[in-house]
């Protein structure tokens, strides 16, 4: 029997990344391991979902991440129109699909977030 734990995402900028996913998608850390050269932070968002994102940062890199083209994460949204002009305002919608019910957002490193409203394909 498996259950589901984590995404990891590697980061070159862990302050700035905690910022964008507090700003953003109101994550918060719920708790943090720190090693010699790199620190995991867990990440989780307001709904206690047993679901959470772990952010890896590795203290001495000095290259960006290829983050690919087609990883991404999901998050749904109850006002997804609210949640839209957020991320406009932000500046930080990289794909507009708003026609087909979904937008995609990219963090700090060029990962990719679709946002879709909770009940979307249902």
């Known amino acids: 029997m498996f259950k589901f734990a984590h995404n990891n995402l590697n980061v070159s900028d862990l302050p700035r990344s905690l910022k964008f996913y507090k700003d953003a998608l109101n994550l918060s850390e719920v708790s943090r391991l720190e090693f010699e050269d790199f620190t995991l932070v867990y990440l989780a968002d307001s709904f206690n979902s047993q679901h959470q994102l772990e952010l890896q940062w590795f203290k001495n890199r000095q290259t960006p991440y290829d983050v690919g083209e087609n990883f991404h994460i999901a998050f749904t949204v109850k006002n997804f129109d609210a949640a839209y002009e957020k991320h406009k305002n932000m500046n930080c919608i990289c794909k507009d699909v ?14 990719l977030i679709e946002v879709l409203p909770e009940n979307w394909g249902k």
């Open 98 to 111: 708003k026609d087909l019910g979904i937008y995609f957002i990219k963090d700090p490193d060029g990962y």
